[in-house]
């Protein structure tokens, strides 16, 4: 006798419960052994092992169920968060729940809301979800894959793109090629008409569930030649019943019914009895690999997603800073215009950025009774482009089908950036950011549209260490620090992705050994699509602004930003740094204390910091060989943004720190030396000939902006719409609970 649908043996459901322990072992800090290089890969194997046997799905998910009201009934609010997200996962990937599951389910997470954030919050935004599926099979599923690969359709506009950025001063030259194999994968065997068949096979199955044939629709769909009319139909059903609130179930199941039965019968098959489902595997979202060389990329892949220009046009579309003009295709165009580029409509100058059909020119010619000239526009540089995406979003609505205009508080596109790097890496992000706020306080158009999500995947190049006595040794530095904050705060994110940094090159140089004829490994594109589709908690990292000043020789001022670290060090000053090395050596030899190795004298102004913010600017002198500015270690909700300020001591006989804790500081030199300025640990945002610095928390420019403005208004008093907006700037990094309580 057959197995019904969903039929799981109680030797399978044992297992899974095993699997699941194992997991939330891992995050349970106060209990796990052993070395963390391996965290992550059960909640990945357990996930494959749903999606390569659908009919496991149902037994994951009562098990989830049991587990998760034990922890809230238990209060073990370490397991909440790892079993939310792995339950909402879960349901996205089966092919198939019943209804009374699915209830439970919803049932489940509505009881969250009681609990203190942010698992009230994420509870909630899962009960909503799950309510969808509740009363419409198949929609979340649906609406994800429209989203990421931007299917078009008359009735769901949002759009999703992820963008990798991997930092070339972290890995390799010699891996970046087997890294961008990794994430990438084998997303490019998938066109448009194979993601509508997978909307279709799934959205049927978990409509229809023991009335649906698996298999014989699988097949059918294979063998119809235009499926376009049946995708449109399924994405009509379910988007029209989401609008009226999902109010009848029989008519939703009727329609999904009429619609499976005329495929089957385009194919000339007729309906067999039901028999096991089958899997239809959540695809990868649309994945572009980019190596990171300039800051101005970000900006420029947002305009290009935002302009929907497709990615085989974006070689042509780039636009180089560094270059003063490039000639665009040279097409004939009737001369109605006073020839000023900048006089040109929107759709002339948007058709010279593509190039245009062979034709095109003959067809021209053959008018000859009209007068026409030869254009010669300039390539749209960043001002024009700026240009381009306002006029875009004021002639269109900006829909993914083009199926009517988008509602103004909607934003249509959600670009995912994912950085890969260390924490030079992320102070190369923290700029990127800071100066795609400040054009966009100036003119809003860009995030009109784009709502830019952020996320971090730590990987270092070389070897940390956390031994005090080997902070000083160049090489040694811990070059993931933030990483080691965010794990803390929130352990889901260090078990699932601080854990990958040692694996993506391991897993590259593997590639790379065999020379990319293996079967290639899915292992880091899964990776990024479970932290892409369930990390939206941010957690903000303080952004500091710097001014620098330099020399007498050079007066100007300049302003740049960091999110980790500041080192200040006197290359002028060299006794303390040889001694220091012979003290390594195991040698206890010093030099005569003579009046050089006092340091440099430096003055300080800075205010310490309290909870309070009733601290005053204080000042001192003291002599130092070297000064440390890092940012506090997050711990949690009540952790309050500073600074910790470290001294080194220039005495070869003595190794004291002097250490403050402050929301500002400027340091200058009393002397005529100067000193050299390092931002984030790297290399290349280094400035040389530093009189004097100030640190400060980054205000954020739509607050400058509105303060400007109300010049009416007193210096320390904020008025009109500046009262209403932040005043500091941070560096918001996605994660999977945020920061916990």
């Avoid at 057959?2 to 322990?21: C, D, F, I, Q, T």
């Avoid at 609990?115 to 198949?138: D, F, R, T």
């Avoid at 740049?560 to 390594?584: G, N």
Wanted: proline letters at 5%; hydrophobic letters at 35%.
């Amino acid at each position: 006798m057959e197995k019904p649908v969903g039929a799981v043996s109680s030797a399978v459901e044992s297992n899974l419960y095993r699997r699941l322990h194992a997991v939330l072992r891992e995050v349970d800090t106060d209990t796990q052994a052993g070395s963390s290089s391996n965290k992550g890969m059960l909640r990945w194997t357990l996930h494959k092992k749903v999606e390569n046997n659908p009919s496991t799905s149902i037994s994951l998910l009562r098990v989830l169920v049991k587990e998760l009201e034990k922890a809230e009934r238990f209060d073990l609010k370490f397991r909440i968060i790892p079993l939310l997200h792995t339950l909402a996962y879960t349901v996205i990937q089966s092919a198939y729940v019943p209804e009374d599951l699915r209830e439970r389910v919803y049932v489940c997470l509505k009881q969250l809301v009681t609990l203190p954030e942010p698992y009230c919050s994420i509870g909630l935004n899962y009960a909503k979800l799950m309510k969808m599926e509740l009363n419409i099979p198949g929609a979340l599923y649906q609406r994800r894959v429209i989203a990421e690969h931007s299917l078009k359709n008359e009735h769901y506009s949002l759009q999703e793109r992820v963008f990798v950025f991997v930092d070339p001063a972290v890995i390799p030259q010699t891996l970046l090629n087997a890294v961008r194999a990794d994430v990438k994968c084998d997303t490019a065997e998938w066109d448009t008409v194979d993601h509508q068949r997978r909307i279709l096979l799934h959205t049927l199955q978990a409509g229809l569930g023991r009335h649906c044939h698996g298999q014989q629709l699988a097949e059918a769909l294979e063998e119809c030649g235009d499926i376009e009319k049946y995708f449109q139909d399924v994405v009509t059903t379910v988007e029209e019943r989401i609008e009226d609130g999902g109010s009848d179930s029989d008519q939703y199941s009727t329609r999904l019914q009429q619609l499976y039965h005329d495929i089957l019968s385009s194919t000339g098959k007729a309906q067999s009895s039901p028999s096991n489902l089958i899997e239809s595997p959540l695809p990868s979202p649309d994945i572009s690999f980019h190596t990171w060389t300039k800051d101005d990329e970000i900006w420029n892949e947002m305009v290009n997603f935002a302009l929907m220009v497709s990615p085989a046009e974006q070689s042509s579309t780039y636009v180089d800073e560094d270059e003063i003009a490039k000639r665009a295709s040279v097409i004939s165009t009737m001369s109605v215009d006073s020839g000023i580029e900048g006089d040109l409509p929107l759709n002339e100058l948007a058709s010279l950025m593509v190039e245009p059909p062979a034709e095109l020119e003959v067809q021209e010619q053959q008018k000859c009774s009209q007068f026409y000239r030869r254009a010669c526009v300039r390539w749209p540089r960043a001002g024009n482009r700026m240009t381009l995406m306002m006029e875009a979003i004021k002639e269109s609505g900006g829909t993914a089908g083009g199926g009517g205009s988008l509602p103004k508080e909607e934003k249509s596109f959600t670009a995912r950036i994912v950085v890969m790097g260390d924490d030079s890496t992320l102070g190369r992000l923290g700029r990127a950011y800071y100066n795609i706020r400040k054009r966009e306080a100036r003119h809003l158009f860009l995030t009109k549209r784009v709502n830019l999500e952020t996320y971090y995947i730590p990987v270092a190049s070389q070897s940390v260490t956390t031994s005090p006595a080997q902070d000083s040794v160049p090489g040694l530095v811990d070059m993931l620090t933030i990483a080691a904050s965010l794990g803390k705060v929130d352990p889901w994110y260090d078990c699932n992705i601080n854990s990958l940094g040692g694996m993506i090159l391991k897993l590259a140089e593997m590639h790379s050994n065999v020379g990319g004829s293996s079967e290639q490994n899915s292992f880091l594109q899964d990776i990024i699509s479970y932290y892409t589709r369930t990390a939206h908690q941010p957690i903000s990292i303080p952004i500091y602004l710097v001014k620098i000043t330099f020399s007498h020789m050079d007066p100007k001022a300049v302003e740049e930003v960091f999110v980790c670290q500041l080192d200040i060090d006197f290359p002028e000053y060299r006794p303390l740094r040889a001694t220091f090395k012979d003290t390594l050596k195991g040698s206890v030899r010093y030099r005569k204390y003579t009046q050089e190795d006092v340091g440099v004298t430096v003055s300080v102004i800075y205010r310490k910091a309290s909870i309070s913010n009733r601290e005053v600017d204080r000042g001192m002198t003291l002599p130092t060989c070297g000064v440390s500015i890092c940012r506090t270690p997050l711990y949690g909700t009540k952790s309050l943004d500073s600074l910790n300020v470290d001294f080194r001591d220039p005495s070869p006989t003595r190794s004291c720190v002097s250490t403050l804790r402050v929301t500002r500081i400027s340091i200058r030199t009393q002397e005529k030396m100067t000193f050299t300025v390092c931002l984030d640990k790297d290399s290349q945002r280094t400035f040389k000939n530093v009189q004097s610095i100030e640190v400060f928390p980054c205000m954020d420019p739509g607050y400058c902006l509105q303060r400007a403005k109300s010049r009416h208004a007193a210096e320390e008093d904020d008025s009109g719409l500046s009262r209403y907006l932040n005043r500091t700037f941070s560096l918001p990094i996605n994660t999977f609970s945020g920061v916990l309580q």
